[in-house]
Every structure is written in C-alpha cells, then in structure tokens.
C-alpha cells in the first residue's frame, strides 16, 4: 500500500483543486524536461569553438604552434576532430540508451519524486564537470568521454518519469493536444541550451556547461518539494484512461474528460459517496509483458530512425551552418534554434491532428513522407539566403520533430495506459522507457554516422538521414492499415456494407 500524502483535515479538494494540481504537474515536468534539454545542447554549440578556424582570428601569437590550430582545443586540434566529436556524442548517447531501459524498471519501483529529483541534481554535477575542464586545463579525451557516459546514465532518469507524472494526471481525450503543447520544452530547452551557450562560446565555454548544470540541478531540487506524484496522494481521483464497457452505456461520461473520472467508469460523485477502502497496489508490469502490448513495438522501431534524424540535427547542425554558410559560431548556434522553434509547432500540429483524426500513426507516417524531400532541399537550396533558410530549417523542424514529438508523449501514454493492462497504471515509465530507449539507439547511431560520414561530403549526411525518415515511415505500415481499417468500418456499415 502506498501511504497517503499527510494532509491539514482543514482543507478540502473541490474540483478546482483537482485542475490545480493538473496544473502544477504540467508546468514542473514542463521545466523539468527543459532543463534536460538546456543541458545536453551546449555540446553541438560548443564544437565549432573546440576546433574554429584559426587563421581568421589573425596571426599566430605561438610561433612554435601549428598555424592552422594553434587555437583549438587539444585534444580536438587534430585532422581527426570530426571522429572525436562523434566519439563524444556517442559516449552520451549509447550510455543513455542503454540506461534507459534500465531506468523505466526503477522508475516503476521507486517514489517518482526522488527518482527525477536525484537524477536531476546528478546531471547538474555532469554537466558542469565536463565546462570545468576548461578552466582545469583538461586535454585529455578520457576525460571528457567518462563525463559523458555518467551524464548519458543519469539522464535517463528524466523520460520515463516526466511521462509517468503527466499521464497519472491526464486521461486520454485531448492527451495529443496537450502532450503536444506540453512536448514543446524539448524544443524550448533546445534553444534556451543554445543561446545560454552562445553566451559564453566565444570568451570562456567552459560556462557554456556549468551555468546550465546549475539552472538543471536547481529546477531538480524544486521537483523534489512540489512535485506530486499521483492524484490520489492528495485525495483527487485518477483520469479515465480508456473507454471502459460500463461506459459505453453513457455517451457523456465517454466524451467528457474535464470532470475526474475513476478507472472503474465511477462518476467523481458516485466515488466520493462511497467509502474508500485500501486496494492492493497493482504490481509493475515486466519488460516482457510491456512489450507484448500492441503497437509497443513498430513505434519503439520508428522511433529508432526519427530519433535518429533528430538528434543527428541536435549535434551537427550548428557545424554544417558553420562549414556551409560560413557563419561565426554564435550566429550558427542561434540559426540553428529555429529548428527547435519548428519542432514546437510540428509536436503541437501532430498532437492536435491525431487527437481529432484518433490516428496516431497515420499522422506520424505522413509527417514523415513530406520530411524526406524537404531535407532534401533544405541541403540543396537552404543556404542560397537568409530568408531561405529560415523558412527551411522552420518547415524541416517542424517535420522531423512533430512524429518524434507524438511518438514520445501522446503514444507512450496511450500504451502505457492501453486497455489489455485492465487499469494498472504500473506500466508507463517502463513502456515510455521501451519506446524512448529504443529510439536513443537511433539517437546514438545518427551523430555517430554523421560523424564518419561527414568528411566524404555533407550530402551524403542527407541521404542517409533520408533513408533512416523512409525506414520510419515503413515500420509504422501495420498500425497504419489497422487505423485505415478502424475508419472505414463505420463508414461502410452507414452505407450498408459488411464489414469482416
């Protein structure tokens, strides 16, 4: 049994208490994630200074240094630096993979609050140890690479447990919509991450690393005093999930998804009029048994190439603005924001397509299709001006972050929360975790070909991320054909048709 949450007898929880908290929730796991987001970012900002282009910041002031890296940052100073990037992004990114899930399994098993609360103060602590190697002097790449890895680790603890809190509060009628709003802090920590960087580039970049470690390892310890967990733990009822049978007799209470509605399809009055009595708390669902919900597998596998993509542009493309259009860093930093900024108005687009059409993946596979020639031209004709640009990095964002968006909110909630689990709610930070995890192997592959593949030519960077949108697309074929089937069953029985 999970002991309730101590509460003055004075105070009671009206309906508006219940928005209230709704509320709360959002906008701590909102800064949370942000801040997750702010600190992983400096890295992509950072590169361009690791390595610049020392003969245009003049003579070389060190006669017995290369002249052509003199400035550079050792042990980043070499013909090899692409790889070292790439070995750094990947250090990151396959801890974080594989941590993940590991992590969904704890989040299930320990107090959310702690889980994300610690986690968060350790990123911090990463974080700012890998920009304190600047002011210690630090050439050494083992450093860096191990900073990394335990960052990788840590991070893994934001995901699961963000959409573990979102989902305990909101049921599954506008769960796109306001998931897809609520998704924009990745795209919001991205920028915030970029311009907190850009700050600081240029003079001293080792800050571009310690003040997003501290604004991270703050917001963690904020959590950590109001973050409420579950509805119940402050006497407010859990949201309806999904269309239960005893609810398929009231139209209202199926549409309706304002008032709280319990699991059981109780209405909140009939709940409060009945006494409480302690239940079993469910157990947490396996690793197996999470995996053998349907659809948890075709979107864990497309998200595996949309996380590939995205991340790839997460890494790399303040440096291709730096080698293409020739841009300073700070200025390619900041353009790069514009990416995040379309990647805002593609997760709310696809949430609120998805929520009115109930097709998930179809909106995704869509997306999808249209990404693959607009990266195509975006590389092709995205640098011939600045208003170009702009408008391309905006339509590309928004196209390549809205599946990602949909897949990692609104669809982990939807399977963590799906009908066959009969009410257990002990299933979405290992579902979200499933998903999330698969898609950060895409998320360490995608920098790491990038990085090998770079030096034969920025081109073939775009195909590749090509391929990886097609694979996506193909993956979620499937779950696209039963939706196709969902919708057209009630439309041929209107006409009269058999539908088998």
Known sequence: LRPPVPVPPTLTFPLASSHSYRGLTLVLTFLSYTSYHLSRKPISIVKSQLHPNCSALGPNPHNDSNSSTWCSWAPFDGDNYKELFGALDNAFLVAYAIGMFISGIFG?????????????????????????????????????????????????????????????????????????????????????????????????????????????????????????????????????????????????????????????????????????????????????????????????????????????????????????????????GDLSTLFDVGGILGGIFAGLISDYTGGRATTCCVMLVVAAPMLFLYNHVGQNGIGTSIAMLIICGALVNGPYALITTAVSADLGTHESLKGNAKALSTVTAIIDGTGSVGAALGPLLAGLISPTGWNNVFYMLIAADVLACLLLARVVVKEARGWCGPMARQRGYVVT
């Open 108 to 332: 299930e098993r320990l107090p959310l609050r702690y889980y994300l609360s610690g986690g968060m103060v350790l990123s911090g602590l990463f974080t700012s140890l890998f920009g304190l190697g600047y002011f210690w002097d630090i050439h050494v790449l083992w450093y860096f690479i191990v900073v990394q890895v335990c960052n990788g680790l840590v991070q893994t603890t934001g995901w699961p447990a963000v959409v573990a809190c979102v989902g305990n509060w909101f049921g599954k009628g506008k769960r796109g919509l306001i998931m897809g709003i609520w998704n924009s802090h990745t795209s919001v920590g991205n920028i915030l991450g970029s311009l907190i960087a850009g700050a600081w580039v240029s003079s001293a970049w080792g800050l571009s690393f310690v003040v997003p470690g501290i604004i991270i390892a703050a917001v963690g310890i904020i959590c950590f005093f109001f973050l409420v967990e579950y509805p119940e733990d402050v006497d407010c009822n859990p949201p309806l999930h999904h269309v239960m049978t005893t609810s398929e007799k009231d139209p209202e209470a199926v549409t309706s998804n304002e008032g709280p509605l319990s699991l059981s399809g109780q209405s909140s009055v009939d709940h409060s009029n009945s006494p409480k009595e302690p239940a079993e708390e469910p157990e947490a669902i396996s690793f197996l048994g999470a995996l053998r919900i349907p659809g948890v597998v075709e979107f864990s596998l497309c998200l595996l190439f949309a996380k590939l993509v995205s991340y790839t542009f997460l890494y790399w493309l303040p440096l291709y603005i730096v080698n293409v259009a020739h841009f300073g860093a700070k200025e390619a």
